[in-house]
C-alpha cells in the first residue's frame, strides 16, 4: 500500500472518529476535482458548488458504508455525479438548463486542474464543442470520455439500457465528430 493511500485511509478513520481537522484536510484534497465533475454535468457554478457540498456531506455521513474495494476518491466521484444528474433531472422539469456551451476545465487524475493555457488548442476546442451537442449525448460523452466510466456504469448512471447506452455514445461521437467538421 502506497504511502498516499495509507495517508489517506488514516484520514478516514479519523474522519470516522469525528475529527474535524481531517475532515477539513479530505475536504481539501478533492473539492477541486469533485466540484469540477459537478460543473461539468450541472453547467452552473453556484448549483455545481452546491452539489459538490452536498455529496461531501453525504459522504462524511455515510463514511461506514465505504468498504475500499475502490478508492476514496472513485467513491466520492460517483456520489457527485449521481447527486449532479439528479439535480440536472430537477433542472430539466424546470426548464432551467442553460443553454449556452460551456468551456470546462480538463483535470488530471489527481485532481490537478491545469490552466486553460497550457491545455492543448485542440483538446479544448473539442471539449467546448462537446457542450454544443444535446444534452443526453452531452452527458453521455462526458462521463465516456471524461470521467472514464464505461458503457455499463453508464446506462447505470443513466437509468439507460447497455444497448441504448452504446448507441447514444456511437451517435454523440458521430455528432460531435460531425460539428468538429464542420468548424475546420
Known sequence: MSLERKHINTLLQQCLNGDASAQMEVYDRYYQGMYNVAYRIVKQPALAEDVMQESFLSAFTKLESFKGEVSFGAWLKRIVINNSIQEYRKMIKKQEVALDPVLYKVEDNEGYVADPGDVDL?????????????EKYRLALTLHLIEGYDYEEISDIMQLSYANCRTIISRAKSSLRQKLTAVT
Open 122 to 134: 485542440k483538446a479544448q476546442h473539442v471539449i467546448k464543442t462537446m457542450g454544443l451537442l444535446n
